[in-house]
């Protein structure tokens, strides 16, 4: 079988990293403007107190039914 080239992939490269800083955190999550990104992080942030307050909720009404 014929013999696979090997490259090394340096994964912090000098290029890599310039190009993380150019771009903006919102285009590295696929959004197109800053404040979907806001929008979809505040949702987030939103759904995961929902969580918290419903497992707590469960948490509370198993202590009462025993």
């Known amino acids: ?5 090997e490259l090394e992939f340096n ?3 000098e290029t890599l990293k310039q190009l993380e800083k ?3 955190e919102f285009r590295k999550h696929g959004f197109q403007t800053r404040e ?3 929008k979809a992080k505040a949702y987030d942030r939103a759904w995961n107190h929902m969580e918290q307050m419903n ?7 198993a202590k009462k039914c025993k």
């Open 22 to 24: 150019e771009i903006p």
């Open 11 to 13: 994964e912090k490269s």
């Open 55 to 61: 497992s707590m909720g469960i948490k509370k009404g």
């Open 1 to 5: 079988m014929a013999k696979q080239l």
């Open 36 to 38: 979907e990104w806001l």
